[in-house]
């Protein structure tokens, strides 16, 4: 069993940046692929950063090269660096793990969520 905790979400203006931490109980966390997801309101839950239990990350295309997905194994701990913010960034964000690295941008295929952080960008 995985539990999870987010934080670092807030209010920001557009062009700030924010990052947001996830920070993971349990064993065996080094093993595990990390994603960061969000959900803005009436829209359905969308991938945003993932990064492998090697290193590799992978981010969907709205975000990359202005966030980055990081992780401390020793801390047991996933990061997500936003910079550049924009207001379409403003949702929730959701960190989630999985023990199954394939088909990290879906959703369904992590086991374990945290409860969410709150991000909002004013323009």
């Known amino acids: 069993q995985v539990q999870l905790v987010e934080s670092g979400g807030g209010l920001v203006q557009a062009g700030g940046s924010l990052r947001l931490s996830c920070a993971a109980s349990?064993?065996?966390?080094?093993?595990?692929?990390m994603g960061w997801f969000r959900q803005a309101p009436g829209k359905e839950r969308e991938f945003v950063a993932g990064i492998l239990s090697g290193g590799n990350t992978y981010y969907a295309k709205s975000v990359k090269g202005r966030f980055t997905i990081s992780r401390d194994n020793a801390k047991n701990t996933v990061y997500l660096q936003m910079n550049s913010l924009k207001p379409d960034d403003t949702a929730v964000y959701y960190c989630?793990?999985?023990?199954?690295?394939?088909?990290?941008?879906?959703?369904?295929?992590?086991?374990?969520w945290g409860q969410g952080t709150q991000v909002t960008v004013s323009s």
């Open positions: 989630a793990a999985t023990p199954a690295p394939g088909y990290y941008y879906r959703s369904d295929n992590y086991n374990y």
């Open positions: 349990g064993r065996a966390f080094s093993t595990y692929a």
